[in-house]
């Protein structure tokens, strides 16, 4: 099997299920590449899947990057490789992500928070990046 002509290490296999370590690449930027398979009869198969290499997020920016301190508002945050988001952290405190729209965009629901900024850090299979002040919870009218 290799990606892009690169081969994995295959783990284990049966009549069904195939598992391999993938070979190293670089991030991609979500530009899926090419899985082949070629069986002992040397035939090549091209699996119809495709694979891609994902970075450690990179916040860009969200929208709004403001709001109230009961939490609540759906925010938008923009960056790279937010497609395999696993956590979202406002603070200390851990939200759900709401929806992947794509890998450069994902929709939260804010926490209730303190008045101030805080660091917002995402973490995806890859890594995790805090960007420091990038939400603040406003005072109440």
Do not use: W
């Amino acid at each position: 099997m290799n990606f892009d002509g690169n081969f994995a290490t295959i783990g284990t296999c049966s009549t069904t299920e195939l598992s391999v370590t993938t070979p190293a690449g670089a991030p991609n930027g979500g530009t899926a590449i090419a899985v082949r398979v070629t069986d002992n009869n040397t035939d090549d198969f091209a699996t119809g899947d495709y694979y891609t290499y994902d970075g450690s997020p990179v916040l860009g920016y969200i929208d709004p990057n403001s709001g109230p301190t009961t939490g609540d508002t759906l925010a938008v945050i923009h960056g790279q490789y937010l497609g395999s988001t696993t956590q979202v952290t406002f603070g200390s405190t851990d939200v759900n992500v709401d929806h992947i729209i794509s890998d450069s965009e994902i929709q939260v629901t804010t926490p209730p928070g303190e008045e101030g900024s805080v660091d917002v850090t995402l973490t995806n299979t890859t890594g995790s990046i805090i960007e420091p002040n990038a939400y603040t919870y406003l005072p109440q009218e």
